[in-house]
């Protein structure tokens, strides 16, 4: 089978390689469709590690996938071949205590698609547990499949946040995540976004959407626009989604009294926060981890058109073009939000 | 001044009637412009009483009202004359144990615009105090700030349902408060409403709007459209809109397991509930009176262009046919969903 | 191996029986101690059924159990042989909806011992999943231990209620349950509880804890002595532990605006309830349906002292006379609050 | 009228001094009992400002009071001359966004005692909102009475961890907060306060709690005790209360997975935080600016038996003494929580 497979830091391939997958009884056996190529896939092409993960052997990158159902175990039910799906790349420990509690996203011992040692999906067939593969509705594309991977991080983000009606939100990064949870966070129940970041190119791809406010902070302040757009009470919602710590200088200034703010970006090193100005207001903060139980969610607002996440996708290549794909994400232009791979 | 009162139980009267209202220092005087009809000023109209509220005297209808400012008193920075607004019709004890705990709905001195023995707002103008009179968004009109007082009824509800992203909500009646409820839903963050009522006509009004799905219960099955609909999980929310006992024989069967069901509507008489279907999900049951601190939420979502309420305006009559607008809106019409009056 | 069984309605055996257990590689096997008769093995025994669970074949009865554990397997690494335990009794497909979002108890699919067809554990040696076996803190005993399980229906009961520090709570019931659920709901956070029954002999149990008020309804006004012992204001939470209709009647004059009341109790019909007088005070109604990840937070209370349920254990029979402890239980005499069988 | 004044920073005096009190229609009018001296007190005392608040002339110190009511306003029925009672010492703008939304704490308005330019209480006699006056229970002294108003903060601190029933907290700083915080917590519905401070003689006091376990960070490390004391899992509270910039290096170590970290100390300057690792458990943060609606919290708490805030009292002096007792409270001693000024 061939994959796309990371030799070692720096260095692509697309060859055979051998990975044994059984189909279980509770399993499912896809075609792979569209993977898109995450972030954390260029970081290990360009670094060859993540943190304390290391691409110590060859590995299969990709972990954003949809596909077709081709065959399915013996105690499966509502998948059959045939389906349009896309998968949930992380399988937690079903026993762990996390599991029980609702938050297997946090269960130490997850296996996660091309996180090393595990092998990603970025191959013509993945075996893959059924409970973690969902059906497509119709009115979703492959590529918009293969988004909802990085869409349940904005799900998650916007759930964790529990916006009120009407909330004002503000979002900082316009990236991939910033944006997937701008618009996550609309359809969640706010009344408007105010997205902010430095390139103008993706606040113009945000500024498509109803009710997205976009501010350059290369030029404008972004404290007095969310003043000025809230009658100087502030946002109910902050959501930091750039991971630069710059972006902490003066974050409890754009949220209202009470109000609440979302980490979803990573800084790579520890940030500055005035404790006193948080507590000034009573802020609360909360943290984003992938996500649990984000996939039926996300479906369901594309499922009905309340989601659009079509803008997003920047660029397909067909597989044999991988490498090209990742050398084009490795570049991050200004105007890319998802390039995305297919073996179609 | 001429207002529209209600001189007893099947009695209405345009006349001049006498009533002081000073400006205080934290109080604005307004030029009224539109004023909707609710179902209670129509109660109140043709038994004269509801519950223990009795219409002993002459009484001025009216409590859903847009206006103009004209003055504001001493200490008042947020408005100023000129300014078009819309008001919150029950101010409570603001010293007292509900209003500190932020549930000023349920201060049992509050005092509410055409609840015996206070007057309501059918009069070409009123003083009110400042911080129950917002101002309105340019693009939203009077008739739709008269109709932001139902609104937030409904704001209330989908509030109070605590919607998480991509919820999918029942509505039980199609009635203004159902309606309202079922847009506040959807904007306030559910993928989809199902919105179920006997008459057509109704049903057709809620259609019109995406990511809504209109049962007619005269034919179809409820629970059978929702777990279709829901692929057997059942809703997040059910909306209990319509007042009906009957709608509550079948109310757990539309939920899914640990979802919400929020009473609206106001059953005449006791209901009868089987607790143990509840308890089988652990649903959990909120209710609703009025509202508090909705009025800016539902501006925002006007303001943002995210709720759209102007279906919901079927006439709008001239202060001097008032008494007509209440003889239709007394008449209840199948596709009436919401009759105003214009002072304009 | 010997097993207390259920021939069939109104027939109990204590005789050998087959069953095959192997020990799988996450499990463990544990020598009995204690097991608790329920009021549900009672029900079984009198009536063969409940609801739609029908005992077609005999079952060993029991549910409610601690012990010493003998063996574990290749996977266990938190237990080992020699380790005193309590055990949960139902077991959901850990690969379902429910379980994933963490309310595992709401999994249809759960397997319950002693709920037919499912066995229970009034037998000497049970094999069970190493994730629903706890070990016992040091200083709690295999009585108490085997008392966990229906203690975990109160702190379910008291977790759903939201408590906030300094809550009043109002327990209607002082059956095994409602006691439970007292005392669950003072360690976890409320400044007084107060408990109603019409037995005397109850109430002077549920009297022996601090900061408990007794109420015998056949005597004072219950709602009276609430108003009374809140200023007025009412409970901020109320629970239902009679199952009783006639508890419903008044149900919301109990409870403060905005309060909670918890249906803990099940009632074996419909209940009539004044929507109208619930919404007045925006009340929240939460139900409880057994119980999720409670055992950690009932053994966390037992450990440190905090909760006391050495009064609830009103006589403990040796395995050879489970007969008698059933007969025993079956007659409800008011001062029993839970009869135990032991193994050792 | 005598009173405790502060004439500018380094400088106390006893004298007289004119302040106008006029009792309005929802006013008391208090006979002064017991004063605790306050850490912002000693601040002010000692730098005469405490950031923007700068004693500009001479003030009047001391907010945490109890007292007997000596008269009361026209509208006042819940109060009558002769009622011990203590005192909410921060009065907001009940007419604020803040106020009403349930958030007086975070109103920028608000007037507290013994902030410049505010006067505070530490005179004869003081006329104060009726409705931020509350009645001691029978069971609590004034020296109780007048601790209540740094409980409410630790009260504060325990309300927005939202405990649930049986949860492991650690509380860092074993000062008058963070001791308040522990016992709150724990009346709260903790199982075990783990409380860490340098200061065995503080530790020691808090020892003297069932279920508080201290352990001394100059000796032992906090970490290790935390995860020993919870099998690994971490604690689902952390309460920082200590305000030292070195506490926030290994914050969520101590927290489990998806717990709360809740920040009560003030630290002197901004802190750095590993966002990453608050990430990968999903942290919470909370955090408290004085309270809101706690004082008939803990009055039910302190009421009821099952607060014990005595063991807090450290000394009171008589109020011609009050300059030693500012003195005292000024050293800092290891061994002093609160001490207090006397009237009788």
Sequence with gaps: MQALILEHAGKLAIRDIN??????????????????????DVHYYKHGAIGPF?????????????????AVGD????????DRVCMEPGIPDLKSRATLEGKYNL??????????????????????????TFKLPDNVSFAEGALIEPLATGMQAADKARIRPGDVAVVIGAGTIGMLTAIAALAGGCSRVIIADLVQEKLDIAARYDAVTAVNIARDNLAESVASLTDG????????????????????????????????????????????????????????????????RALALLGSGKLDIKPMIS???????????????ARAEPSDVKVQISFE
């Design 19 to 40: 990975i044994e997958q059984t189909l279980g009884r509770d399993d499912v056996k896809i075609a792979m469709r569209n993977v898109g190529v995450c972030g954390s």
């Design 54 to 70: 290391i691409v110590r052997e060859p590995m299969v990158l990709g972990h954003e996938a949809s596909g077709i159902v081709t």
């Design 75 to 82: 105690n499966v039910t509502h998948l059959q071949p045939g």
């Design 107 to 132: 269960d130490p011992a997850v296996s996660f698609w091309a996180t090393p040692p595990i092998h990603g999906c970025l191959m013509p067939e993945v075996v893959h547990p059924a409970n973690f």
């Design 233 to 296: 009470w502030g946002a109910q919602v902050v959501f930091e989604a750039s991971g630069s710590p710059k972006a902490y200088a003066n974050l409890f200034d754009l949220a209202c009294p009470g109000g609440c703010v979302v980490l979803v970006g990573m800084p790579p090193q520890p940030v500055t926060l005035d404790i006193v100005a948080m507590q000034a207001k009573e802020i609360r903060i909360e943290s984003v981890f992938r996500y649990a139980n984000q996939f039926p």
């Design 315 to 329: 660029g397909v290549f067909p597989f044999e073009q991988g490498i090209e794909a990742f050398e084009r994400a």
